[in-house]
């Protein structure tokens, strides 16, 4: 299990050690750094990010305020230098907090955290070898879905939904898993919160696609994939 992380701090020499940390502990990415909150958002909006290890005490927005101020953050590790923001972080839930200066022990420590909560993960959804259909969980029950039925599948929060023409199940787990078990000639994936059924597409544009009177929107990081899948669509062919 390989897990993307983001760094946010707005001292370059911080990047660079908890970089330099990470490096040391297998399975772990680091997808991108920023030196401000604010630019942050948009890279969360498009990619699937595990965690984040974020500073408090940055220009423009503080990570306290910044965590505030996003309905679905990822898993979060404070790295901060004053130990007065604590309680403030965790009753945002965040993950751990680290104060500078921040030791590889201590961070192997923290991840590790971010790795047991990864695994308490329910059961992964995995279609049945030969068959044509999947079983989620829902509540307390196993519910069956074929796979052909399958219109769209959104992300909420630590949740997806996987719509049917019939019937929505809403089960606990990561678009990421879906993409990876689901068969990419039946499956695109258009956007960081959507992976949509091809054969269900009733029209689609360089910016979305359309099943019945739903619009889903095609993510930047995500165009050029799913209008090769589609058809190579071109807009400037449009009269």
């Known amino acids: 299990m390989k897990l993307r992380c983001v760094i946010v701090d707005d001292e370059p020499l911080s990047i660079e050690v908890m970089e330099g940390y990470l490096k040391k502990i297998p399975n772990i990415e680091v997808v991108a750094t920023f030196n401000d909150a604010i630019s942050v958002m948009s890279i969360l909006s498009e990619q699937d990010i595990d965690f984040l290890f974020l500073d408090i005490e940055m ?11 996003i309905s679905n953050p990822p898993m979060v590790i404070i790295t901060s230098a004053n130990k007065n923001y604590a309680l403030d972080g965790y009753e945002l839930n965040v993950v751990d907090y680290l104060l500078k ?61 996987v719509v049917t023409e019939n019937k929505t199940v809403v089960t606990k787990q990561n678009l990421s898993h ?55 669509f071109d807009d400037t062919k449009i009269p």
């Not at 220009?59 to 101020?69: H, M, T, V």
């Not at 590889?104 to 329910?122: D, P």
């Open 59 to 69: 220009p423009k927005l503080s990570g306290i305020d910044f965590l505030r101020s």
């Open 101 to 161: 200066p921040i030791t590889l022990e201590r961070v192997i420590r923290a991840v590790n955290k971010i790795i047991e909560k990864k695994s308490k993960k329910t059961i992964k959804p995995t279609p049945q070898e030969g068959t044509d259909y999947i079983f989620l969980k829902e509540n307390k029950k196993m519910i069956r879905l074929v796979l052909s039925d399958i219109q769209y599948i959104e992300s909420i929060k630590d949740y997806v939904k």
């Open 178 to 232: 879906f993409e990876q078990i689901l068969d990419p000639s039946e499956f695109v994936r258009v956007h960081r919160s959507f992976i949509v059924a091809i054969r269900h597409i009733d029209a689609f544009t360089s910016a979305s696609v359309e099943i019945g009177k739903l619009e889903i929107p095609i993510g930047r990081l995500y165009k050029d994939e799913a209008l090769k899948r589609l058809g190579n």
